[in-house]
């Protein structure tokens, strides 16, 4: 299923990362922006630093205030990073578990604690964990999966999770709809679509970079470059911060100060 052809315009309700000056608890109906694979998608800035020769590889989520040119890499449409590589049908069960869903998103310490445990539902034949011990957020800041990427049921905990965890964006081959939806309404990462199984030819610890811009990912393991779908209108809900933040920025709902 092609998650990113289309996205419910009723909004459920859910609690969010504390990183990221959001609302939490909050209900509301919102009209997003139609999205489709088809449409073209506009930049949301003009111009895309070259790739470095040399890239320095470190996590990615970070808040303005503390990422520095020592410790990041990242622009508001490029991310670069390691990569981790999983396979086909990746279920919410797997990406958090049910037993940590009582974790609360908004609040600081909870959030941190439920990037700790992100994919450590995986099987054991995932050899190299995801999150090293006794750390809270992984040294992975890209994902790449197969077919299926989130499927399973309907926690918004499992993007939440992967975003605490210092991910940046999930690259697969195609997305369960309601992790899709989740991930574009918490804003927590961008769910990218690639064109091949590019699960099958990069291995976990590749140096990756993501362009959104273009619509691409290069591997500078391997050197090789990969197509993705554009990520379409669903970008800028996803760099506001998320539907509640978008819908403030253009005006749809009322801003806090209201």
């Known amino acids: 299923m092609a998650a990113s052809s289309t996205l419910s315009s009723s909004i459920t309700t859910f609690k969010l990362s504390p990183c990221q000056p959001r609302a939490s608890s909050i209900t509301a109906s919102v009209k997003l922006p139609s999205i489709s694979s088809n449409n073209p998608f506009n930049p949301l800035i003009s111009h895309f630093g070259p790739t470095p020769e040399n890239p320095t590889v470190a996590p990615l989520r970070c808040s303005a205030a503390s990422a520095t040119p020592e410790t990041t890499t990242t622009t508001a449409t490029t991310f670069h990073g390691l990569c981790y590589v999983v396979g086909d049908n990746i279920d919410t069960d797997q990406i958090i578990p049910a037993e940590y869903l009582t974790l609360v998103p908004s609040n600081p310490d909870e959030y941190k604690k439920l990037g700790s445990y992100a994919l450590c539902g995986l099987p054991s034949s995932y050899q190299t964990r995801f999150i090293d011990p006794d750390e809270f957020t992984s040294k992975y800041s890209i994902i790449i999966g197969g077919d299926n990427f989130g499927c399973g049921s309907s926690r918004e905990h499992a993007p939440v999770a992967l975003g605490a965890a210092g991910v940046a964006a999930v690259v697969a081959e195609s997305y369960a709809r309601i992790f899709f939806r989740n991930s574009v309404a918490t804003g927590e990462v961008y769910p990218l679509e690639s064109e091949v199984r590019i699960c099958e030819e990069c291995k976990t610890g590749d140096v990756v970079t993501v362009e959104l811009g273009e619509s691409r990912l290069i591997n500078h ?38």
Not at 238 to 248: D, L, P, V
């Open 221 to 258: 393991t391997t050197g090789k470059e990969y197509k993705l779908k554009p990520i379409g209108d669903a970008g800028p809900v996803i760099e506001a911060g998320g539907i509640f933040a978008y819908a403030r920025k253009a005006g749809m709902i009322p801003s806090r100060e209201a």
